[in-house]
């Protein structure tokens, strides 16, 4: 009986915390956005306007590229990036589970390295291997240097997608990793085979639909971590991508830039939403 | 599809190990296993776990190559021939349906991968799902289920196919009791009226007895005895096989001539290796190969087991190793406790186990 008395008290006060943790995170996640949001539509008479949004459309004025431009270059950045990552984790990691399950714990360590080194340092190899295959006096580059050189363009950033699918591997490696290990991979792969199935088969329609939540988590984390990112852009000297464009928004109308983060964060939070929507409801269709 | 075109497409093959041996790093798991599956039968792979029945199921499912030695299929060396081409339906021992098929897709498959057009593989699946009393259960998905539903589903995604083999890797062992009896029988059934030649796998000797058309015992990875039920029960050729195959006592007597042991008083035929007249032996008796009458000295009743049809006594006596022996019900009243019996044998040829 007090033992009952006492398990019932600590889940009410368990409630309690709970609700006060989420009030305490709320407020220290909403609190910044409110704020921003009145910055954006006060005017000097202290009335309100929506004007600043409205010159989000606008030509920008310094001959940068307008916003939906930016974060549509962002949003491919983000899109072919995750497809690279998943297109490299999931096989690799399929094939560890498999066949060399003693080499995970090496590929793990190998994948969380980027959170050991901060970006710069990324970006500092990366730069000492242009140099490295930088062409010398008189000669007019190395097919290796010259592929970097077409890599590293503007236009199809694959330098940019490359290092952003290295730096999301930590994330991605772990929410993979969780999903194969709940399921029975061995058996699944052989009863797929012993039906007949071949590799692609077996791969994309029995392992795949179940492993559905673990990608749709790893795009996510790869996603943000995308929208985001300014270090490295801004050090390769990319302008396009979002973060780098706002930074560059003239100094000036900082009410306007503030329009541009807010509107562009609930922008990228619909996104989030409309993705994991998804997530869930094709997870809710055949998983406990 | 009905069940007699599945039967005609299905007629059974045969399958042979020859001489096989399967090596990993320093364990052998197959051990020079030679063994020949007829066409249409049941046969049941019965070992302790370890003994490598897995191993030889897998190999004939081309999930893994022997180390040396062949795997034939309707005569044929598969050895080069992928899982995927083999036409082998299999049912695991752990739940292997995929998670995000209902029962329908779980059981197309296989077909879905061979091209059959939606409404006939819809159509199939179904008819399969009926086969196995799941009709009603098409549109869930794995995790609706129960296990032996589980097991149910992924029998009928075997059949799907129309396997040359049908392999199953102790399909019952996560059943409990009740499940796993009722679909011992129903997969008996199932697998005589379309004829597949089937493999079974399992460490339950009942389970054996009870399902298989004949039953190959293995040991450490050799082949012990392979016969049917019957014979394996009556007349088991190794102390192994006895031991394994029901319960044995384990008896002293003395060999005699022509082949004969004097046991318990009694001389009786002996199978087995024979010895040199006069020489001690070890024999095997069954518990329901014992006579008792009551007497007044010789084996005392130290424990019973009610077992339903006939009680099993464990008896004593001193300078002699414990007796177990079957008694009808009816007579269980003339043997109660600390009762005293004596020990008869009858005339039924024993096994010489040393
Ligand atoms: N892939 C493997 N690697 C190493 N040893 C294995 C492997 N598969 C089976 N074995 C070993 O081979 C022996 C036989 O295994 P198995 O065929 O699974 O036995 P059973 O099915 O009769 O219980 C066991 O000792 C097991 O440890
Ligand atoms: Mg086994």
């Known amino acids: ?288 | 599809m009905t069940t007699t075109e599945i039967r005609a497409t299905a007629t059974g093959v045969s399958a042979e190990f020859r001489d096989v041996r399967r090596v990993f790093g320093s364990m052998t798991a197959l051990d020079g296993l030679t063994l020949t599956v007829e066409p249409g039968e049941l046969l049941a792979l019965l070992g302790p776990s370890g003994c490598g029945k897995t191993t030889a199921l897998r190999l004939l499912a081309g999930f893994d190559r022997p180390t040396s030695g062949g795997v034939f299929v309707g005569g044929k060396d598969v050895s080069g021939v992928s899982a995927a081409k083999r036409d082998m339906g299999m049912v695991f021992q752990s739940y292997s349906l995929f998670p995000t098929m209902s029962a329908a897709d779980n059981v197309a498959f296989g077909l879905r991968v061979r091209g059959v057009k939606r409404g006939a593989r819809r159509a199939k699946a179904v008819e399969l799902l009926e086969l196995v009393g799941l009709g009603a259960h098409a549109q869930k998905y794995p995790h609706q289920l129960s296990g032996g539903q589980q097991q149910r589903v992924a029998l009928a995604r075997a059949l799907a196919i129309q396997p040359r083999l049908l392999l199953l890797d102790e399909p019952l062992s996560a059943l409990d009791a009740k499940v796993r009896e009722q679909l011992r029988d129903e997969i008996r059934r199932i697998q005589t009226e379309l004829g597949v030649t089937t493999v079974i796998v399992t460490h339950d000797q009942e389970e054996a007895l009870a399902m298989a058309d004949r039953v190959a015992v293995m040991n450490s990875g050799r082949l012990e005895q392979c016969a049917d039920p019957a014979t394996l029960y009556q007349r088991p050729s190794t102390a192994f096989v006895a031991e394994f195959v029901g319960t044995m006592n384990r008896v002293a007597g003395v060999a005699e001539s022509d082949g004969r042991v004097r046991v318990l008083g009694h001389s009786v035929a002996a199978d087995g290796a024979t010895r040199a007249p006069g020489e001690d032996v070890t024999v095997l008796v069954r518990p329901e190969s014992l006579v008792l009458n009551p007497a007044l000295e010789g084996w005392t009743v130290t424990a019973s087991t009610f077992r339903g049809a006939n009680t099993r006594l464990r008896l004593a006596n001193a300078g002699h190793d414990d007796l177990l022996a079957d008694v009808a019900a009816h007579r269980v009243g003339d043997f109660p406790l600390g009762a005293r019996a004596s020990v008869a044998l009858h005339d039924a040829p024993v096994l010489v186990a040393s």
């Open chain 1, 1 to 288: 009986m007090s033992s009952s008395t006492t398990t019932v008290r600590r889940l009410s006060w368990g409630a309690g915390a709970r609700w006060l943790v989420l009030a305490l995170a709320a407020v220290y996640f909403v609190g910044p956005l409110i704020a921003a949001i009145n910055f954006t539509v006060k005017t000097p008479g202290g009335g309100v306007s929506l004007d600043a949004y409205g010159q989000i459309f606008a030509a920008p004025p310094t001959g940068q590229i307008g916003f939906v431009e930016a974060l549509v270059y962002s949003l491919l950045l983000s899109v072919f990036s995750i497809a690279l990552t998943l297109a490299l984790m999931v096989p690799t990691q399929i094939l560890l589970h498999l066949y060399l399950p003693k080499l995970k714990s090496v590929v793990e360590i190998i994948c969380l390295l980027p959170l050991v080194f901060p970006p710069v340092v990324l970006v500092v190899g990366i730069s000492n291997i242009y140099k490295a295959v930088a062409p010398q006096a008189g000669d007019d580059g190395s097919p290796l240097f010259l592929a970097l050189k077409w890599a590293r363009d503007t236009d199809h950033p694959l330098l940019l997608v490359a290092t952003y699918s290295v730096m999301a591997l930590p994330f991605v490696y772990r929410t993979i990793n969780t999903g194969l290990e709940a399921l029975p991979l061995a058996t699944l792969v052989e009863a797929a085979r012993n039906l007949g199935a071949s590799w692609w088969t077996t791969i994309t329609s029995v392992l795949l639909p179940p492993l559905r939540t673990s990608l749709v988590n790893a795009g996510f984390l790869c996603f943000a971590l995308v929208m985001g990112e300014y270090t490295v852009a801004s050090i390769l000297l990319y302008t396009k991508p979002f973060p780098v464009w706002l930074a560059q928004l003239p100094a000036a109308s900082g009410q306007e830039q503030a329009a541009v983060s807010v509107f562009s964060l609930l922008l990228v939070e619909a996104a989030l939403l409309l993705v994991s929507g998804f997530g869930v409801k094709g997870s809710k269709k055949g998983m406990p």
